[in-house]
């Protein structure tokens, strides 16, 4: 079963820096994708930065001020968080989606097909002053 731990949330001033980081743990297939979310408080979670296959991909909010990055041999994820504004502020979430080749077995015939798991970690709060 994957787990993800969080670190790095916290307070900071509005134009400061955070760096958020995510270890995922009991990946038994391939990562497609890893990255982070964020709720605040009566919003929905909404795609902060993510990278599939090495691709990145950013909220436009973010753009030019957030950097995703990935330590793959290491199974983790990185988020520096530069310039945050006071609408930063969300419980930043890590999710994960795996890829695993399961084998398969009907009518004598057996064949793998690949499945995707979800896996998201508790949250790490992050809170911008002005």
């Known amino acids: 079963q994957v787990q993800l731990v969080e670190s790095g949330g916290g307070l900071v001033q509005s134009g400061g820096s955070l760096r958020l980081s995510c270890v995922a743990s009991?990946?038994?297939?391939?990562?497609?994708?890893m990255g982070w979310f964020r709720q605040a408080p009566g919003n929905q979670r909404e795609l902060v930065a993510v990278?599939?296959?090495?691709?990145?991909n950013y909220a436009d909010s973010v753009k030019g001020r957030f950097t995703i990055s990935m330590n793959n041999a290491e199974n983790t994820v990185y988020l520096q968080m530069n310039s945050v504004k006071p609408e930063d502020t969300a419980a930043y979430y890590c999710?994960?989606?795996?890829?695993?080749?399961?084998?398969?077995?009907?009518?004598?015939?057996?064949?793998?097909?690949?499945?995707?798991?979800?896996?998201w970690g508790q949250g790490t709060q992050v809170a911008v002053f002005s």
């Open positions: 999710h994960l989606v795996e890829l695993r080749s399961e084998l398969q077995k009907m009518d004598g015939r057996s064949w793998y097909e690949p499945r995707e798991y979800d896996s």
């Open positions: 990278i599939t296959y090495g691709k990145t």
């Open positions: 009991g990946v038994a297939g391939r990562i497609k994708t």
